[in-house]
């Protein structure tokens, strides 16, 4: 059981808009920043957002989070089929990085 | 560009002690910019972050694991590592070694732990007899 709570799955259509959601509490996503990170099928993960809306240098900008109060979101426009993979939310929580589950991403 | 790389026994018994090691190559571990964690991931589950350092050897553990684990860091060797006692096969996963950003202020908050920006590969550990 994680502490941070994602859909396991998610699915959309080329140049489509998804979201993934992500829901915590006030000790986690509610007090401290969210991150996102994309692993792609048999590699490591890779940082997506940071501190709740930021991409690193080499993210497309259809890449973008959001946070409000105790829930953040990624949402990810003009869906491409490389888009396919994992998705996992995270955040500081009393002490410790916690994740989410993972969203299991597939475009159709 | 700055590289991690995992390495360590693939196969560790029950009972025993896992020790993986992960080499910082392209840049220094001593930076003060920056932490270094362990995160691993069990077959077709997800990311549980096991503990972080910083190159003065300051730690950061997750509280489920801390009465098993130990993270040291060698600066000579531009390199840190993971022990984990008592092993199971729960224990079984992709560890991953990574740069963690921090400590900064921003806001005139401090962050000490941020996020993941550079992973290792990840390497396979198999807990059985």
């Known amino acids: 059981q994680s502490v941070l709570t994602q859909p396991p799955s998610a699915s959309g259509t080329p140049g489509q808009r998804v979201t993934i959601s992500c829901s915590g509490s006030s000790s986690n996503i509610g007090s401290n920043y969210v991150y996102w990170y994309q692993q792609l099928p048999g590699t490591a993960p890779k940082l997506l957002i940071y501190?709740?809306?930021q991409r690193p240098s080499g993210v497309p900008d259809r890449f973008s989070g959001s946070k409000s109060g105790t829930s953040a979101s990624l949402a990810i426009s003009g869906l491409r089929s490389e888009d396919e993979a994992d998705y996992y939310c995270a955040a500081w929580d009393d002490s410790r990085v916690v994740f989410g589950g993972g969203t299991k991403l597939t475009v159709l | 560009q700055l590289q991690l790389q995992e390495s360590g026994p693939g196969l560790v018994k029950p009972s025993e002690t896992l020790s993986l090691t992960c080499t910082v190559s392209g840049g220094s571990i001593s930076s003060s910019s920056y932490y270094w964690g362990w995160i691993r991931q069990p077959p077709g589950k997800g990311l549980e972050w096991i503990g972080s350092i910083y190159y003065s050897g300051s730690t950061y553990y997750n509280p489920s694991l801390k009465s098993r684990v130990t993270i040291s860091v060698d600066t000579s060797k531009n390199q840190f590592s993971l022990k984990l006692s008592s092993v199971t096969a729960a224990d079984t996963a992709v560890y991953y070694c990574?740069?963690?950003?921090?400590?900064?202020?921003?806001?005139?908050?401090?962050?000490?732990?941020?996020?993941?920006?550079?992973w290792g590969q990840g390497t396979m550990v198999t807990v059985s007899s």
């Open positions: 501190r709740n809306n």
């Open positions: 990574a740069r963690q950003i921090g400590p900064y202020t921003i806001f005139g908050v401090v962050i000490t732990l941020d996020a993941f920006d550079i």
